[in-house]
C-alpha cells in the first residue's frame, strides 16, 4: 500500500489547515492509521491514529481539542483538520498505516507503511 500526504503549508497562528492522506489498494479499510511529525531536531513525534472503521480515535495531548483525525474509507483517504495553529506545530507531517491488530498504535515503530512528508508552517 502507498500512501500519499498533502495540504501543508504556510498559515499564521490561529488559523486552520487539512492534511489529506490518499491510499492505494483495495484493503483500505482493513489498516489502522496514524498521523505524525517532525519538527526540527527533534524525533518524529505521535499526533493521532485511527482505527479501520474511524470508531476509536487516540491523540497527543498537544492537539486535543485543536485537531480532529477521520478517514473515508470510500474514498480511500484519511484526513487531519487541525485548528487553532500554533507555532509550536510546525514540523513536516507524515501518515502511516498498519495491519489491524485490534489495539491502535501510537509508537512510530508499530507502522508499517508510511507516506511522504507535507510541510506545515505556522507563522506568529
Known amino acids: 500500500v502507498q500512501l500519499q500526504a498533502s495540504g501543508g503549508g504556510l498559515v499564521t497562528a490561529g488559523g486552520s489547515l487539512r492534511l489529506s492522506c490518499a491510499a492505494s489498494g483495495r484493503t483500505f479499510s482493513s489498516y489502522a492509521m496514524g498521523w505524525f511529525r517532525q519538527a526540527p531536531g527533534k524525533e518524529r513525534a505521535f499526533v493521532a491514529a485511527?482505527?479501520?472503521?474511524?470508531?476509536?480515535?487516540k491523540y497527543t495531548d498537544s492537539v486535543k481539542g485543536r485537531f480532529t483525525i477521520s478517514r473515508d474509507n470510500n474514498k480511500n483517504t484519511m484526513y487531519l483538520q487541525m485548528n487553532s495553529l500554533k507555532p509550536e506545530d510546525t514540523a513536516v507531517y507524515s501518515c502511516?498505516?498498519?495491519?489491524?491488530?485490534?489495539?491502535?498504535?501510537?509508537?512510530?515503530?508499530?507502522?508499517?507503511?508510511w507516506g511522504q512528508g507535507t510541510q506545515v508552517t505556522v507563522s506568529s
Open positions: 502511516a498505516l498498519v495491519s489491524w491488530r485490534g489495539v491502535l498504535p501510537t509508537t512510530r515503530n508499530q507502522y508499517s507503511n
Open positions: 485511527i482505527t479501520p472503521s474511524g470508531d476509536n480515535l
